[in-house]
């Protein structure tokens, strides 16, 4: 089955500082999310970004589904941004398969 | 945000006893997905459901079963819970984009004892 893999498995910034988390699938995809788990577990949707690059506030998103990669920015990180955080892409039509994720930690 | 609930949102048992969670949804959407969230694992799917009366099994669906008898309802059953069943559980719906865009519930928090 494909793989999906997240790095840094952890992060540790400090407030303000940018980072960019990466996660690499093994077969091709035709979509790809990424969410944040915050500290109270729930699963927030982040993008939705099959290909192209996405913009949300902050947070930026860019997929190259030919090279199976996708990253996503956090540009002036905020405490509120810690947690994990997840990529996942489809597995036969109705499967989701996620990557083990990153766990961000961001310090005042 | 997606309209999704789960009940109830913790449960502690005993190993043996049957247990049922429930996910609800107010978006009359058609896919519905259980997952489970373990350290180390991510999220594993268990079952998930393209209709009523129509479901399929996840990659983790051993000792779960499911049932959909209402679009807005699918219900995941653990017929007799083991500790290894300790987890925390998540629905999810489809996506208003397409299918394959899910959104979550709250999640579940089980522990068998």
């Known amino acids: 089955g494909i793989q999906v893999e997240q790095s840094p498995p952890d992060l540790i910034l400090q407030e303000g500082a940018n980072s960019t988390l990466r996660c690499n699938f093994s077969?091709?995809?035709?979509?790809l999310q990424w969410f944040h788990q915050n500290p109270w577990g729930q699963l927030i949707n982040l993008f939705y970004?099959?290909?192209g690059t996405k913009q949300n506030g902050r947070l930026s998103a860019t997929t190259v589904a030919t090279e199976r990669y996708s990253l996503l920015y956090i540009s002036s990180s905020q405490t509120t941004d810690s947690g994990v955080y997840f990529c996942?892409?489809?597995?036969?039509?109705?499967?989701?398969?996620f990557g083990a994720g990153t766990r961000l930690t961001v310090k005042p | 945000d997606a309209g999704i609930t789960q009940s109830p949102r913790h449960k502690v048992t005993e190993t043996g006893t049957p247990v049922t969670l429930r996910c609800h949804q107010t978006?009359?959407?058609?896919?519905m997905y259980w997952y489970r969230q373990d350290p180390g694992h991510g999220l594993r799917l268990i079952h998930y459901s393209y209709g009523v009366k129509d479901t399929d099994k996840g990659e983790v669906s051993d000792g779960y079963s499911v049932s959909r008898s209402k679009t807005e309802d699918f219900l995941l059953t653990l017929e007799s819970a083991t500790s290894s069943q300790t987890s925390v559980y998540f629905c999810?719906?489809?996506?208003?984009?397409?299918?394959?865009?899910?959104?979550f519930g709250p999640g579940t928090r089980l522990t068998v004892l």
């Open positions: 077969d091709s995809v035709n979509n």
């Open positions: 978006e009359n959407h058609r896919y």
């Open positions: 970004i099959p290909s």
């Open positions: 996942a892409v489809p597995y036969n039509n109705n499967d989701m398969r």
């Open positions: 999810a719906i489809s996506g208003r984009n397409s299918y394959n865009e899910q959104f």
